[in-house]
């Protein structure tokens, strides 16, 4: 507003200190030396690599407090549109390298704690992942919040501030997926910023009464309530001052403890309610793609996830709507200052909370809360897999949310109404879109909630939107029409997926087009400068060297965690990402053994002209997903036994790394020569890791799926290998298993051969794997059998192109050349623009 007040004092000691200065080596060694002394309380004789880590985290944070100030003052003048990004997941990983970058510092710092006798790699080593996501969505978050602060646009994520987060993976001798509890915050976290002043109570159960004036309102009183308790994390844009926040809730007891029961010497009772307040923000859930069949598993476990959304949904909108009423404008503005983005289903319920909030405590009528609600949100949906729609069963909504399963109930009567006056009598239409799934017990569907309480929806990739458009949202597209589903390409940070995992590619980039890091870093398109450069040999040796020295890095990191040596005079074939069926780790594994088959059947002069080869896998399983953990331990067996062959390993090794997390793919990013991303066509919605092996020059073997065909249409059809049925096809090809199967002998005769020696227990005990196998053999649901002869084909052709070494290195910089659509730079200003509608604030 301007009118701020000062403290009583002199205003311009206030305002120079308030700046911040510009950093030289002797003011971070000074800072560092005063935090570890200081708010570390250690000495140089008892500072270890952690410790330094820490002094060094605390004298960046403060630079990015003195920025974030900054940034949310100049909001607060300007007062702009501002987005909000509701997601239950944000994978960031780890941050002290991130900010020194953005913050424009890495080098000072680098010889600041030189000189202070550290080495600043092995400090950032130090720092621990944080891992509040559980793959794609929660790391797309993540860039998305990057890439907002760096153009300067006022998003604000807001998210939950879980205890643990995504478990820690253990392999067993056998092979199996074992869970260990992530407790990141075990160490202070230099990151945050605790808000305790900033807390908002929320209300589950008790019980919804209508009011009988007919004005829709209704009180909603008792039950059980909780604090949210804000701590905020400070989101650095690159070479900006912009810095962006991320409030995250944790939950609390409203009072400490139940002083009855205590004084009755009942102690257990006494904490049993803060217990219960505590747990709401424990964990993180770790499945990804299923809602675990909210509506049977045992009623405990998804009451907890049902009081996770609401408990983070409630406290972030009383926080945004706070922020609002501040500036003094009428309510029915508020779409014009905000923008609530909705990742996913998991933040639905802000749709009839917003409901209730302005017709229970605003006193707006019906009409004017929806029109003002469904200018307000926008809704993002990532999957098309029937088991990942999110549904929750009514009688557990009316428990833990009285007023709000009315609040549905009336939204559902209303659009209901709508649809039969556009399409009278069509009984079926009005069953598919309700909002109320029949059955016992009925359940609301949060995808239909989503897409009718919002003003825009849409896909993450091409393909995936067109699916949402043409199966799951059909009818909703029929009936509000077309024009509200849209498409974003999503993307990655190039600054954490090229500059930070891969900084030697990214000075080479810098040095040869010409063009100053920070601004081809913002302008990613910029890099197809590199397609004049393919055919100056020079510049392909130091390319292709440059991905030589990163396999070395990686085969140091295995050695150096695993014990275990990897040779790098192969070629490294990785594949990372979740565990799941439709990803089809299990396609990639049974290649592998027929890769060794055929290897073991050649004589060593045949031998002696194949590509050496690494393979590479990593990914967590759900805990609760039986075939994924057999999946697991498959490969865990496979390389067990053919890294000992001595006839074939010098040609194959495979590896299962554990406890793949943003830090591990950051080394094994770079490192890949051909990636997989083998999803039976139309189930991946768009994958991001493609992208970010794309930008570090590895190649892509895929199926035609999610934004794979979008990176073929930028780099060329013939700088990928693609394989595979297309998604019309599936459907028939399933229809065909169900009604007519053919035996696998004779459809498909290198398959069965595969899965007979796993049966007969050429990897161990055949007897364990028989109920993944028969997954396989009978349904086939994922269509293994209609596209191995085509996958064993095509990495055949990489085989082939491998051999031809220039021509390799040629498409590898062709495709880096080519990845400018795929920064979240370009994804984050399409939503600003075209969804958010708006505009870049820059600190002036
Ligand atoms: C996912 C998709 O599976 C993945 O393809 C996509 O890249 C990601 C981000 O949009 O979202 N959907 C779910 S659910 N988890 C994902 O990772």
Redesign the pocket.
């Known amino acids: 507003t301007g009118k701020e007040k000062w403290p009583k004092g002199e205003e311009e000691v206030w305002k120079a200190g308030m700046r911040g200065v510009d950093k030289d080596v002797s003011d971070i060694t000074k800072s560092f030396v005063n935090h570890a002394q200081t708010s570390l309380a250690r000495q140089a004789y008892n500072l270890d690599d952690f410790g330094a880590y820490e002094a060094a985290a605390l004298a960046a944070r403060d630079d990015l407090l003195v920025n974030w100030n900054e940034t949310q003052l100049n909001y607060t003048r300007k007062n702009p549109k501002r987005a909000y990004y509701l997601s239950l997941e944000f994978l960031m990983g780890r941050t002290l390298d991130n900010a020194l970058l953005n913050l424009g510092l890495k080098g000072e710092f680098e010889e600041g704690v030189k000189k202070l006798g550290f080495n600043m790699e092995d400090l950032l080593e130090k720092e621990r992942d944080a891992a509040l996501g559980n793959?794609?969505?929660g790391r797309?978050a993540a860039c998305y919040l990057d890439s907002s602060a760096s153009q300067e646009i006022p998003v604000w994520g807001y998210g939950l501030r879980y205890q643990y987060g995504i478990f820690q993976q253990l392999i067993s001798p056998e092979g199996n997926q074992l869970e260990a509890p992530d407790p990141w915050l075990e160490h202070q976290n230099p990151w945050e910023l605790p808000r305790l002043d900033v807390t908002y109570e929320v209300r589950f159960y008790g019980h919804a009464e209508r009011s009988s004036d007919g004005s829709g309102r209704a009180n909603w009183s008792g039950g059980q309530e909780v604090m949210a308790v804000a701590y905020d994390v400070m989101i650095p844009g690159y070479n900006t001052k912009t810095t962006n926040n991320l409030r995250l809730w944790q939950s609390k007891p409203k009072r400490g403890f139940d002083l009855n029961s205590f004084n009755a010497g009942n102690y257990e009772a006494a904490v049993e309610s803060s217990n219960s307040a505590a747990a709401i923000t424990s964990v993180l859930y770790p499945n990804?793609?299923t809602s675990t069949d909210l509506a049977n598993e045992a009623t405990v476990g998804k009451e907890l996830r049902l009081k996770q959304q609401y408990f983070w949904t409630a406290a972030s909108l009383a926080d945004i709507l706070r922020r609002f009423k501040n500036t003094g404008k009428p309510i029915t503005d508020f779409p014009d200052y905000a923008a609530i983005q909705l990742n996913?289903t998991h933040p639905t319920l802000a749709i009839p909370e917003l409901m209730r909030i302005l017709i229970d405590e605003e006193e707006l009528s019906w009409n004017q809360a929806w029109q003002i609600v469904t200018n307000t949100f926008f809704y993002t949906n990532?999957?098309v897999l029937p088991e990942?729609l999110e549904k929750w069963a009514v009688p557990l909504v009316e428990h833990v949310l009285p007023r709000h399963l009315q609040i549905i109930y009336d939204i559902n009567m209303y659009f209901l109404q709508a649809v039969e006056k556009k399409f009278p009598g069509d009984r079926d239409r009005l069953a598919r879109m309700s909002l109320i799934e029949e059955g016992y017990p009925k359940q609301v569907r949060m995808a239909h909630l989503a897409c009718i309480g919002s003003r825009k929806v849409n896909g993450?990739a091409e393909l995936h939107s067109e699916l949402v458009r043409t199966t799951i949202l059909k009818d909703f597209v029929e009936f509000e029409g077309v024009s509200k589903f849209g498409n974003v390409t999503?993307g990655v940070t190039p600054r954490r997926w090229l500059d930070q995992c891969n900084h030697e590619l990214s000075d080479l980039i810098t040095k040869t087009l010409k063009i100053e890091k920070k601004v081809w870093l913002k302008d990613l398109a910029k890099l197809e400068g590199l397609l004049a450069f393919t055919e100056d040999k020079n510049f392909r040796e130091q390319w292709a060297a440059i991905k030589q020295r990163n396999k070395e890095r990686l085969a140091r990191h295995v050695q150096t965690t695993l014990g275990l040596t990897v040779r790098t005079d192969a070629m490294f074939d990785v594949q990372i990402k979740r565990l799941h069926e439709y990803k089809r780790q299990t396609l990639n594994i049974l290649g592998v053994i027929h890769r060794y088959l055929t290897l073991k059947s050649m004589t060593p002069a045949e031998r002696s002209k194949c590509n050496r080869k690494v393979v590479f896998f990593a990914g967590k399983a759900a805990p609760a997903y039986y075939i994924a953990k057999l999946t697991i331990r498959l490969i865990v067996n496979v390389a067990r036994v053919i890294n000992a062959d001595a006839d074939t390993k010098d040609f194959l090794q495979l590896y299962f790394l554990p406890d793949y997390s943003v830090s591990l793919a950051e080394v094994l990013i770079p490192a890949s020569d051909i990636s997989q991303h083998i999803s039976t066509a139309g189930t991946?919605?768009?994958?991001?890791s493609n992208m970010k092996f794309c930008l570090n020059g590895g190649l892509l073997l895929g199926t035609v799926d999610?934004a794979n065909i979008e990176i073929a249409e930028e780099v060329g059809e013939n700088n990928v290998f693609f394989f595979g049925h297309l998604t019309p096809a599936v459907e028939d090809l399933r229809y065909q298993h169900a009604y007519h199967p053919v035996p696998i002998e004779q459809k498909c005769p290198a398959l069965a051969k595969v899965l007979n020696e796993v049966s007969a227990g050429m990897f161990g005990d055949g007897g364990v794997y028989e109920p993944l196998l028969n997954t396989i053999r009978q349904g086939d649901y994922y269509l293994l059998t209609d596209d191995f002869d085509s996958y064993i084909a095509a990495l055949a052709m990489v085989d082939d192109a491998y051999l031809d070494r220039d021509e390799w290195i040629k498409k590898s910089i062709r495709t880096t050349a080519k990845m400018g659509k795929f920064s979240s730079d370009r994804a984050i200003l399409e939503y600003a623009e075209s969804y958010w509608n708006l505009e870049q604030t820059p600190v002036s």
């Open positions: 793959g794609g969505l797309l990804d793609h996913d990532h999957t990942a993450v999503n991946e919605a768009s994958g991001t999610g």
